[in-house]
């Protein structure tokens, strides 16, 4: 078959540089989920720990969701698989088995015809998502590996989450709570409201005002707090459990501060190397530099040792989980030299830097790292905080009482009036709870301050930058050579 014309194209962010062609594999259900081989792409809907034995033999990768720090963008990078995120109803719109360029550094994804097909480049679509005044950030309920529902009850753990998501603002003193809409067992917030928000917070970052290596500690202090342990052993004290209550919603509200705040600063990122390396280094290289100091070996949680997680071990294997609960070996001999390429490509920036700017460059990724190993913790850390403190129908009425709330209170009748009346009357509860951390996490930890160009306020609110596609690899076979060596 003769590789030729697109005759559909999808925009996504490339997030793991390289160039693929390969068939389409659609992960939408559990069953769909068996070992791909490498002239295959996988496709999911969303990144979730059981993709993992799709994941380790594919050629490629594509996510409906998500940027440069969705899982299984964190996840390619350190497999050295080309990926690109955010190709919006890519699941729905592409054929099974249908041909696909992946091209991980531009995050263009194309579906191809065979040579003599009447369609050719002038018919060929790009799928764009419109704006919308609604963002949807969060998805409630209990999903399978292949991310369907299996249950979309609104409970109280799901209440806090929206509730420290909501009161960012507030608990930051940047305004108001952000406007909340749930459609579904989607939660979503206005949109211009969310970026405002993210901007300031990134400004502050960019400034190490708000600093994102303080942030991490404290995310990493509250979840090894000794209060998780005791309320674990023996049936605690009211005190204690409030005092938990308090602690997993300020964990929750680092979690959403890293998440929301992650993707735009990558984004700054990206366009100060943009800005320094356009007259002396090409397109495809400046791509390949941008993904190579990005890559973070260990970082990923479905790589790492965990309960009930894949971890490496020392004869190059993960060990962990099937979909059933099944134990299952999978083998792992063939991750690229992470640190190696990482290494490589700070030092490609520092040739090309001078050196006021490669200490910019390796601030934010510093930054950077800091925030994804925060959000990383959520489906881990975070998980068994939730289980410690919610898990047990003795704990979780105490602290519903402790709340002033009852179980009937938190009842879920699927009415979404009385899902949002539930998460405002969390914030209202734990108001104030939050506060005080906001000086703590503003300190500035030494870090070399961006550019002035780089805050927000003194910029265009359009964050894109235009890309342009590497050379494509024969059917199977990725390309990923550095264009920079």
Request: aromatic share 6%.
């Amino acid at each position: 078959m003769s590789v030729n014309q697109p005759v559909r194209v999808w925009h996504g962010r490339g997030a793991s540089f390289g160039s693929v062609v390969g068939r389409a594999r659609l992960v939408a259900t559990d069953t769909d989920i068996t070992a791909a081989s490498p002239d295959e792409v996988v496709i999911s809907r969303h990144a979730t720990q059981g993709l993992l034995p799709a994941l380790l033999g594919a050629g490629g990768v594509v996510c409906q969701t998500g940027g440069l720090f969705n899982h299984l963008a964190i996840l390619a990078r350190e497999l050295g698989k080309p990926c690109v995120t955010g190709c919006s109803n890519i699941l729905d719109e592409v054929e099974p088995g249908c041909l696909l360029r992946v091209d991980g550094s531009s995050g263009v994804v194309e579906a191809l015809a065979p040579s003599g097909d009447a369609t050719g480049p002038s018919q060929a679509r790009a799928h764009q998502p419109d704006p919308a005044t609604m963002v949807p950030l969060l998805q409630f309920g209990r999903f399978t590996a292949a991310f369907q529902p299996v249950d979309v009850t609104f409970g109280f753990e799901a209440a806090l989450r929206t509730a420290a998501l909501v009161s960012l603002p507030t608990a930051f003193d940047l305004g108001d709570p952000l406007e909340l809409a749930v459609t579904g067992n989607r939660i979503l917030v206005g949109r211009l409201a969310l970026e405002e928000l993210v901007n300031l917070l990134v400004d502050e970052m960019a400034a190490t005002t708000l600093s994102p290596a303080a942030i991490r500690r404290r995310h990493e202090r509250g979840c090894a707090w000794e209060g998780w342990d005791s309320i674990a052993r023996q049936a605690a004290p009211l005190a204690l459990l409030v005092a938990a209550a308090q602690e997993y919603f300020l964990l929750n509200q680092l979690t959403w501060v890293a998440g929301i705040a992650k993707e735009p600063l990558a984004k700054r990122y990206e366009e100060f190397l943009e800005s320094r390396l356009s007259s002396i280094v090409a397109v495809p290289g400046r791509r390949e530099l941008f993904l190579g100091s990005l890559i973070t070996p260990g970082l990923s949680y479905i790589l790492r040792a965990g309960s009930g997680m894949p971890a490496a071990d020392h004869a190059g294997s993960a060990v962990g989980r099937t979909g059933n609960g099944a134990k299952k070996t999978w083998d792992t001999s063939k991750l690229i030299d992470g640190d190696g390429e990482h290494r490589a490509a700070m030092s490609r920036l520092r040739e090309h830097l001078n050196e006021k700017d490669f200490r910019h460059a390796d601030s934010y990724v510093t930054s950077l790292t800091d925030l994804a190993t925060v959000t990383e913790g959520k489906n881990t850390v975070l998980s068994r905080c939730s289980q410690v403190l919610l898990g047990d129908d003795r704990n979780h009425a105490a602290v519903l009482g402790a709340m002033g709330l009852s179980a009937a209170d938190v009842a879920d009748d699927g009415d979404p009036e009385r899902r949002k009346r539930l998460v405002h009357t969390v914030v209202d509860r734990l108001s104030g709870v939050f506060r005080p951390l906001s000086g703590e996490l503003r300190q500035a930890e030494g870090l070399l301050p961006m550019p002035a160009s780089h805050l927000w306020h003194t910029r265009p609110r359009s964050l894109g930058i235009a890309h342009t596609a590497s050379p494509a690899g024969k059917e199977g076979q990725c390309t990923r050579t550095p264009t920079w060596w």
